[in-house]
DNA sequence: GTTTACAAACCGACCGTTCGGTATGTCAAG
DNA sequence: CTTGACATACCGAACGGTCGGTTTGTAAAC
């Protein structure tokens, strides 16, 4: 665990899936592959550079991880599953205003990005776009994250409709993935731009879509 | 130019750039890029597999290409940029009322997408999450291409609202930002699923907040 | 005779992976 | 309290293969 001079050490994504550092073999492995990967994407992350990075051994790599496709597997089975919990998950798990929870999130997410973060943009999307067309067990772990994600938006989208936080004109479904998708849009015009501005404007197209799904307006 | 065996011949992506086949060895070898490229991305695109697919040598592709970066340049300043044309550009050129001209050509565009299209995503898109980070080259032209694309919308919301076809409650740059990035993230939606129907249900949120961008409603 | 358009052989670097070996720990038998 | 058997956690040189790129050769076009 010397320098990861190329990762941004005060990462917005870095910062949500983890506090401390990693201590033992195999926590430094997945962190040192979760930037590599993040940084040059998933096949282009080279076996070299994350034992660099992490400070360890080849030897010690292919003893926690019988292949690289293994480490992959485990990126998404451990670290962003535990990313989509701590960034999505439970900032909507006990509202019945999710349209409040989702705009405060947003304006939240987006005042604490980086001119780096943006350019590196969502780990999870990069992963995804790069890795879903060319390997279905990869597909499917990505599909399974993307649909826990979407469950957690219907189910809060649903408990604001209850309460009356939430037009009943659409389906909370059909809002939830257009949220989703939206949101997504916005991290990958604003990476490709490297703006925060860009990701400040969108999102506040974003803001207006959401508050006008509240009822009677 | 002997099989693409993995790339879909009938590709809407294909489609949309060019009707004919190849005839001269530098389209070739763009074509062939540009398809070894949307399966594997550019990192992991092989310049063997390119000179295979494209039935030239080695010789034929650095007699053109000095690099292959420059390969990459040439697909984002010919092939993508023709691409953007005519499959956003042209759609909004001459009307009034975009956001017709939007649900039209989105209902077009879904109907003709094929599973494997799906599977494959958009290839800028793909493109520009792999590759802005990383280079500064690659980043100005991918932001040049969506700058393209933002444009064409700009203006057409714009001749829609002086037309009265489209609100003025807000700003033509934000709903084109908006409906941008949607429209991306729809697709990433839909690749991550592999999934038409879940395209089509984006594209039906999609399509619902345009109506709601015509006046007096 | 020079230039253009390839063709084919070849290069060192790096890739993911393997494998023989070692250091340390555990635990039960003697 | 020691000893031998086995397990875990590494170590790092080496492997076959592929990478992007170069060099040299050739044959037609101008």
Chains 1, 2 share one sequence.
Not at 52 to 70: I, M, P, Q, R, W
Not at 116 to 121: K, S, V, W
Request: contains cysteine; aromatic residues 8%; glycine residues 6%.
């Amino acid at each position: 665990m010397e320098q990861f001079a190329k990762y941004p050490q005060q990462s917005a994504w870095w910062q949500s899936w983890h506090k401390d550092p990693p201590e033992n073999t195999r926590d430094k492995i997945l962190y040192a592959a979760f930037c590599e990967v993040h940084l040059n994407g998933f096949q282009a992350a080279s076996i070299q550079n994350i034992i660099n990075s992490a400070g360890v051994t080849k030897g010690a790599l292919y003893h926690y991880f019988s292949s690289k496709d293994e480490i992959g597997y485990a990126l998404l089975d451990e670290i962003f599953t535990q990313y989509i919990d701590s960034t999505f998950v439970e900032v909507l798990r006990d509202t019945d205003d999710p349209i409040s929870a989702l705009v405060e999130h947003l304006n939240q997410t987006g005042s604490q990005m980086s001119e780096e973060d943006i350019a590196l943009g969502c780990p999870l999307d990069h992963f995804s776009q790069e890795m879903a067309p060319i390997d279905t067990a990869f597909q499917k772990r990505l599909d399974q994250l993307y649909q826990k994600k979407h469950t957690a938006l219907v189910d809060a989208l649903k408990r604001g409709q209850k309460a009356g936080n939430v037009t009943r004109d659409v389906t909370a479904e059909s809002i939830a993935m257009m949220v989703h998708a939206t949101m997504q849009g916005c991290m990958a015009m604003a990476k490709s731009s490297r703006s925060l501005e860009m990701l400040m404007q969108c999102g506040a197209g974003l803001i207006h879509y959401l508050e006008q799904l509240r009822p009677s307006s």
